[in-house]
């Protein structure tokens, strides 16, 4: 069945859709002459050539439609007609076989719309996981804005996004990635102000730390220097442990001094000599070697102080390289602490010069060889680092391309679990959707066999020959003996013809021809132009039926479409012509009338067509909008009341045609003497009712209609009341006056 339509920009139709919904069983469309019922049965034939048009079919299954209007009667009626098949009556086994065919098909058909239903759900449920598949990911992927250039092409849909996530994930290309050193690269390729920089040199001629370790391990500070021990003047010396002293106060012996530095007495030469030989060369060498110690330490010294500034000046230049800064902190820490072991070493060197023979502890000197060490490790890590930095910066485009892979492997090792579990669920359910899409493939393929069943069975028991006996006995049943049809050389094709052979098509009155062509359109219903076509489902529209039908005709036609409505209301299964939808659209209001009374209510709809201003519009009618002639005509009246100069033509008759069916046909009421009971202009009036009642005209084709201006049309209403208060029948009046 057909569900909607939609109608814009076609005809005398806007441009501005009418939509013409909820379509029922049945569906009767009235409307004048002109105002778009035939476009409305074009549409249904055939919508491609109305794109702005659009067609809803129930299930999306699209029926075999047939379309009675102008455009049927000028194809179809010709010399050569094309027969309609039908099985005959005496094949009824075999039609019987061909339906209970069919029944299987039907429920085949049903298994196959449940089937179509279950896989849209499970679509359904599908592209919700996704969409919620695709939400998750791109909330996850806030926490990755740092990185978010890595994922340069994918920043800006959530959709494509989540689908780069699933086909990095099915490459199986994932690699455990080191986040930490991830983000230094990121950084480094990223960074507006990424440069190369300077290794950190040792300069040797600077720097050499082995004079610092000779001289805080020197032997001569843990040894004790003194004199000869065999001169006159050692014993005493060392018995008194003062020779530090004594060489001291030797400085104070002037050459030709003749008193003692120490006791002032006088010293002769002898004992001169044994002092000086007490100091002797082996003596003074070892105080020279402590001397030279002192020397090159305090050298060696600043020496490393000085390295030390300029190893934290040439740091700073070079801060931005990852993981520099906090060796950079720690060699400026260590600077302090090795001047201070240095400053208490230089102490302990000066003590052992100022006496050389004390001996000076292994834990009193402060070494400093572990600090240097440290020293030079940091730097070795920061060249390390430096090299590694300037590398990288080398090759920043590879290195750039190289993270717009790993970024995925990071991403997706941060979102394993989420992305495993949506894969799962999207395999279940496109497998089901799978399996689903086999079976309703195999229930189609059922279809199509016994369809091809239905269609070889056809072919061996259809024939156009009763269709001809049929349409020549309805011909003659009704009275139509004057031409008949026959089969054109036992062919597939029909002529129509006079009793005496001679073709009768050109000779047909325009009520013959009306006549003969909804004949066969309504075998066509039984029937099919093909083999194929029978027992097809259908949607049958009829337009206009009636035009240049006498009475009796109009009576006939009227029976035969009442049969085909009432057998698509019925639900017992007494419609073999497998019509499922009827749309019946008309401007003969008596026709219209007639073909709508029916039993059945349900299942039915009305729809009342109208034309203003060469612009038509459709509205529903929640009944059937025609009325009864007469009741037409008192509308006219009403609405004459209430805009008396739309109404200037044919008030007259209105008012003749409703006096004249009330008190002369009905009533059997004598008006003669009414203009009587007038005065003046009023009594020309009443007259000129009276008169045209009189004569006996009942035709509406053939009314006198003229034309009066508005005041008349006033003056005429007045009479018209005033009549039936003369006659006493005011009562009338009022009640067909209501709205």
């Not at 070892?286 to 300029?310: C, G, H, P, W």
């Not at 060796?327 to 050389?356: G, T």
């Not at 069943?453 to 003996?481: A, C, H, M, W």
């Not at 034309?707 to 007045?718: A, G, H, M, P, R």
């Amino acid at each position: 069945m057909i569900r909607n339509i939609t109608i814009a920009d076609v005809a005398t139709y806007p441009k501005e859709r009418i939509n013409i919904d909820n379509l029922e069983t049945v569906n009767y469309f009235f409307g004048y002459n002109g105002c778009g019922k035939t476009t409305i049965s074009r549409i249904i034939e055939n919508i491609d050539p109305y794109g702005a048009c659009k067609i809803k079919w129930t299930n999306n299954k699209k029926l075999q439609t047939l379309v009675y209007n102008a455009d049927f009667i000028n194809k179809n009626i010709s010399e050569r007609i094309a027969g309609i098949f039908t099985i005959g009556e005496n094949n009824i086994d075999a039609k019987n076989n061909i339906d209970s065919i069919k029944e299987k098909i039907d429920c085949l058909e049903r298994d196959s719309t449940c089937i179509k239903d279950y896989i849209k759900e499970i679509s359904r449920e599908l592209e919700n996981n996704n969409k919620k598949f695709h939400e998750k990911m791109w909330d996850e992927k806030k926490n990755f804005n740092k990185y978010e250039k890595s994922f340069k092409g994918y920043n800006g849909s959530k959709e494509k996004f989540a689908k780069k996530v699933i086909e990095e994930y099915n490459n199986k290309n994932i690699e455990n990635i080191d986040e930490e050193e991830f983000r230094k690269n990121y950084n480094i390729v990223f960074s507006k102000e990424t440069k190369t920089y300077t290794e950190i040199r040792f300069d040797t001629t600077v720097y050499n730390k082995e004079i610092l370790f000779t001289c805080e391990n020197s032997p001569l500070l843990g040894r004790s220097i003194v004199g000869r021990n065999d001169t006159i003047v050692s014993q005493f010396i060392n018995a008194m442990g003062n020779s530090d002293w004594v060489h001291q106060g030797l400085n104070f012996l002037d050459e030709g001094a003749s008193k003692c530095p120490f006791c002032q007495q006088t010293i002769n030469d002898n004992i001169k000599s044994q002092l000086e030989k007490f100091f002797d060369t082996t003596y003074e060498k070892s105080l020279e070697e402590i001397k030279d110690i002192n020397t090159k330490y305090m050298k060696a010294q600043r020496y490393v102080i000085s390295f030390i500034d300029s190893i934290i000046n040439k740091i700073q230049s070079s801060l931005d390289v990852e993981g520099i800064q906090d060796k950079y902190e720690r060699i400026k820490n260590i600077k302090p602490k090795i001047s201070e072991k240095f400053n208490e070493n230089s102490h302990v060197f000066e003590k052992k010069m100022n006496n050389p023979s004390i001996v000076i502890n292994e834990n009193e000197i402060k070494h400093t060889a572990e600090i240097l060490r440290l020293i030079e490790r940091d730097v070795s890590d920061i060249n390390a680092l430096i090299i590694k930095h300037n590398a990288l910066v080398t090759k920043k485009d590879s290195l750039e391309s190289e993270l717009d892979k790993k970024i995925w492997s990071l991403f997706i090792n941060k979102n394993m679990k989420d992305i495993k579990d949506h894969l799962s669920e999207r395999r279940k359910n496109q497998e089901l959707i799978k399996e689903k899409n086999n079976k309703h493939s195999e229930i189609n393929r059922i279809i199509e066999s016994k369809n091809r069943k239905i269609n070889d069975l056809e072919k061996s028991l259809v024939s156009v020959q009763p269709t001809i006996e049929r349409i020549n006995n309805l011909l003659k049943t009704y009275g139509f003996k004057n031409f008949y049809i026959k089969n054109i050389n036992k062919t597939d094709q029909y002529t129509i013809v006079r009793p005496n052979g001679n073709d009768a098509i050109n000779t047909l009155s325009e009520g013959e021809k009306s006549f003969i062509s909804f004949l066969y359109f309504y075998f066509l219903i039984h029937g099919g132009i093909s083999e194929n076509d029978i027992n097809q489902e259908k949607v049958i529209v009829i337009d206009d039926p009636v035009s240049s039908m006498d009475f009796n005709t109009l009576f006939i036609i009227s029976a035969l479409i009442k049969e085909i409505i009432e057998k698509t209301h019925d639900k017992t299964g007494n419609n073999p012509q497998k019509i499922r939808q009827i749309f019946l659209l008309s401007h003969n209001a008596y026709f219209f009338n007639e073909v709508t009374y029916q039993k059945h209510t349900k299942g039915t709809s009305f729809w009342l067509i109208t034309k203003k201003e060469n612009i038509s519009s459709i509205r529903r009618c929640k009944k059937n909008p025609v009325k009864k002639s007469y009741d037409l005509l008192w509308d006219e009246i009403r609405s004459a009341k209430k805009h008396p100069n739309e109404h200037s033509i044919g008030i007259q008759n209105i008012c003749r045609r409703i006096l004249e069916n009330y008190f002369y046909f009905v009533g059997d009421i004598d008006l003669k003497d009414l203009p009587n009971k007038f005065q003046d202009d009023d009594r020309l009036i009443c007259l000129s009712l009276i008169n045209w009642a009189h004569d006996g005209s009942h035709n509406i084709q053939d009314s006198i209609i003229t034309d009066i201006s508005n005041n008349n049309v006033e003056s005429y209403l007045n009479i018209f009341e005033q009549i039936f208060i003369k006659m006493d029948h005011k009562k009338h009046y009022d009640k067909m006056m209501e709205d």
